[in-house]
């Protein structure tokens, strides 16, 4: 099968933002490559080796590509992208040169090219990501796996935003803790927290294709009986309007018709409900997001209803030039920050509850 290869030349910082633009046009599948140049300082405190350049990109840039049916009018959906490109510089995001190009290719030449490069990655003291499709053995008891096939249409978990999420995770679940998980994507995250040694996790997104990925690798982590999968968003769960209406503005006036909520209440449905089929009970002891930065600071008054007193937010997808505005979001909602990690250009932050 032929498929149409759209190429956009960008930032780093912008990737997540045009993927998702990509997405939006019908892509049926992205991929992203960063700069492999030996002058990025690199974590190597858990084995990880680079021991040559991986590209020629310039360290700061990205190149993203999109597949598209070789039925569609490629000219279209560069004409819809292209302005949309442009217009995250109104948001602060700089898609740096935004130059768009594309080809025909065959699907063999993508599909499955990929996981030649994708192997066992120990990303913190006792968690590795591991693809199903390769071998691999502890190096010790303690060594826990997550067995994930991301698909074409997620990553491979390697990124520094979810090896942060993982690491935060290690350090603050001490065992028995029911968590939350917003923006589950593959399911990764939820994974680690259960190996981790949570007593349950909701995973919920947004994407039905990431509702049924996060599903896919449950079963094959075998943690079907601990992890919920759901399609949809914190606001919406606690009794909201929902994400895409309070991007439009609507933060929280008071809830639904017939609900009053005080700084720590939750909805009575909310509650309810997390009682019957969330596999969780509201409020919770850790809530994990690993999203953009501009989605964050929407909901961090929803995060702090939805964790009990002394819970623990943790949150990364946040580009260096972004932690000041999402630290001041944390702070606003009563939060205390614990921690603030970095690794290359992203930061994760670690928050409490008062």
Same mark, same amino acid.
């Given at each position: 099968?032929?498929?149409?290869?759209?190429?956009?030349?960008?930032?780093?910082?912008?990737?997540?933002?045009?993927?998702? @633009?990509?997405?939006?046009?019908?892509?049926?599948?992205?991929?992203?490559?960063?700069?492999? %140049?030996?002058?990025?300082?690199?974590?190597?405190?858990?084995?990880?080796?680079?021991?040559?350049?991986?590209?020629?990109?310039?360290?700061?840039?990205?190149?993203?590509?999109?597949?598209?049916?070789?039925?569609?009018?490629?000219?279209?959906?560069?004409?819809?992208?292209?302005?949309?490109?442009?217009?995250?510089?109104?948001?602060?995001?700089?898609?740096?040169?935004?130059?768009?190009?594309?080809?025909?290719?065959?699907?063999?030449?993508?599909?499955?090219?990929?996981?030649?490069?994708?192997?066992?990655?120990?990303?913190?003291?006792?968690?590795?990501?591991?693809?199903?499709?390769?071998?691999?053995?502890?190096?010790?008891?303690?060594?826990?796996?997550?067995?994930?096939?991301?698909?074409?249409?997620?990553?491979?978990?390697?990124?520094?935003?979810?090896?942060?999420?993982?690491?935060?995770?290690?350090?603050?679940?001490? #065992?028995?803790?029911?968590?939350?998980?917003?923006?589950?994507?593959?399911?990764?995250?939820?994974?680690?927290?259960?190996?981790?040694?949570?007593?349950?996790? @909701?995973?919920?997104?947004?994407?039905?294709?990431?509702?049924?990925?996060?599903?896919?690798?449950?079963?094959?982590?075998?943690?079907?009986?601990?992890?919920?999968?759901?399609?949809?968003?914190?606001?919406?769960?606690?009794?909201?309007?929902?994400?895409?209406?309070?991007?439009?503005?609507?933060?929280?006036?008071?809830?639904?018709?017939?609900?009053?909520? #005080?700084?720590?209440?939750?909805?009575?449905?909310?509650?309810?409900?997390?009682?019957?089929?969330?596999?969780?009970?509201?409020?919770?002891?850790?809530?994990?997001?690993?999203?953009?930065?501009?989605?964050?600071?929407?909901? %961090?008054?929803?995060?702090?209803?939805? @964790?009990?007193?002394?819970?623990?937010?943790?949150?990364? #997808?946040?580009?260096?030039?972004?932690?000041?505005?999402?630290?001041?979001?944390?702070?606003?909602?009563?939060?205390?920050?614990?921690?603030?990690?970095?690794?290359?250009?992203?930061?994760?932050?670690?928050?409490?509850?008062?």
């Amino acid at each position: 099968m032929l498929w149409h290869e759209l190429t956009i030349h960008t930032t780093e910082e912008a990737q997540e933002m045009i993927s998702n @633009l990509l997405y939006e046009a019908g892509a049926g599948g992205v991929s992203i490559e960063e700069s492999g %140049t030996l002058n990025k300082v690199r974590d190597t405190r858990y084995g990880e080796l680079y021991d040559q350049p991986l590209n020629d990109i310039p360290e700061g840039e990205a190149i993203i590509k999109g597949y598209y049916s070789d039925t569609v009018s490629m000219e279209a959906i560069i004409e819809e992208l292209a302005p949309r490109v442009e217009e995250l510089r109104e948001f602060g995001i700089d898609p740096g040169k935004a130059l768009i190009s594309w080809t025909t290719v065959d699907e063999d030449e993508w599909a499955h090219a990929w996981k030649q490069y994708f192997k066992p990655l120990r990303v913190s003291e006792r968690l590795t990501i591991k693809p199903t499709w390769e071998e691999y053995t502890p190096e010790s008891p303690e060594e826990k796996i997550i067995e994930l096939d991301p698909g074409m249409a997620f990553g491979t978990g390697t990124h520094p935003t979810t090896a942060l999420c993982l690491r935060a995770l290690e350090k603050n679940i001490s #065992g028995g803790e029911e968590v939350i998980d917003v923006g589950t994507g593959s399911g990764i995250l939820a994974v680690g927290a259960m190996l981790l040694g949570a007593k349950s996790v @909701l995973a919920l997104d947004l994407d039905p294709v990431a509702v049924t990925s996060a599903q896919e690798n449950v079963a094959l982590n075998k943690l079907q009986h601990a992890i919920t999968v759901k399609e949809s968003d914190l606001l919406t769960l606690l009794g909201g309007a929902g994400v895409a209406d309070t991007a439009a503005g609507d933060m929280w006036p008071s809830a639904r018709p017939g609900h009053t909520l #005080g700084e720590n209440a939750l909805p009575a449905d909310a509650e309810q409900e997390a009682e019957g089929n969330l596999g969780v009970t509201l409020p919770v002891q850790i809530v994990v997001a690993n999203i953009l930065a501009e989605i964050i600071v929407l909901f %961090t008054e929803d995060v702090y209803r939805a @964790l009990k007193p002394g819970g623990i937010y943790i949150t990364s #997808g946040i580009y260096k030039d972004k932690e000041g505005l999402v630290a001041q979001a944390l702070t606003a909602s009563g939060f205390d920050i614990i921690e603030v990690s970095h690794e290359e250009d992203w930061v994760a932050f670690t928050a409490g509850k008062r």
